[in-house]
T-cell receptor, first 112, second 112 residues
């Protein structure tokens, strides 16, 4: 298995509070991605990074921001959580944009 | 709009049966198609297909891509209860950077 960890694995928070999810990799892969998974929608890309301090938006980026200050860490922040952001969040990594993406174990977030 | 459609959405069969899962897509600048298996955790990679008509095989699983008709199938022969999972199809396309768009997934249940 690719060396990817996510923290926390589970979180319950209240509407309006900020939340930060962390993805950590030990593979030294250049590309990192954040997805959310919801019933009926499959996996949808939120943001991705193609290097330290280099990030770009995915298809569902509204309400989310990201940062990558080190190769191994990619942070996803919900500035002010809403109930619509209740979801399972997956981080993924790949060596290049052509290579296979490998997924972390996921973070289950509940916004009340 | 780039999209990937999987069918059926749900399938229940008996152990030993053979199943065929379908994935059709409409994307611009197609690059590759990937299959993942998801049990109660992160998606795990099965196959990546880039060329039409070339079957990829791993044990009882096989997959093939038809770039003319824009679809792929995943076959599982002699199914076992451990094959029960959600099977995800994703298509990599180029728009600016290369990105993945996922289908909704097929939930496969194998009954003993």
């Amino acid at each position: 298995d690719a060396g990817i960890t996510q923290s926390p694995r589970h979180k319950v928070t209240e509407t309006g509070t900020p939340v930060t999810l962390r993805c950590h990799q030990t593979e030294n892969h250049r590309y990192m991605y954040w997805y959310r998974q919801d019933p009926g929608h499959g996996l949808r890309l939120i943001h991705y990074s193609y290097g330290v301090k280099d990030t770009d938006k995915g298809e569902v980026s509204d309400g989310y921001s990201v940062s990558r200050s080190k190769t191994e860490d990619f942070l996803l922040t919900l500035e002010s959580a809403t109930s619509s952001q209740t979801s399972v969040y997956f981080c993924a990594i790949s060596e290049s944009e052509q290579e296979t993406q490998y997924f972390g174990p996921g973070t289950r977030l509940l916004v009340l | 709009e780039d999209k990937v459609v999987q069918s059926p959405l749900s399938l229940v069969v008996h152990e030993g049966d053979t199943v065929t899962l379908n994935c059709s897509y409409e994307v611009t600048n197609f690059r590759s198609l990937l299959w993942y298996k998801q049990e109660k955790k992160a998606p795990t990679f099965l196959f990546m297909l880039t060329s039409s008509g070339i079957e990829k095989k791993s044990g009882r699983l096989s997959s093939i891509l038809d770039k003319k008709e824009l679809f792929s199938i995943l076959n599982i022969t002699a199914t076992q209860t451990g094959d029960s999972a959600i099977y995800l199809c994703a298509v990599r396309y180029l728009r600016g950077a290369q990105k993945l768009v996922f289908g909704q997934g097929t939930r496969l249940t194998i009954n003993p």
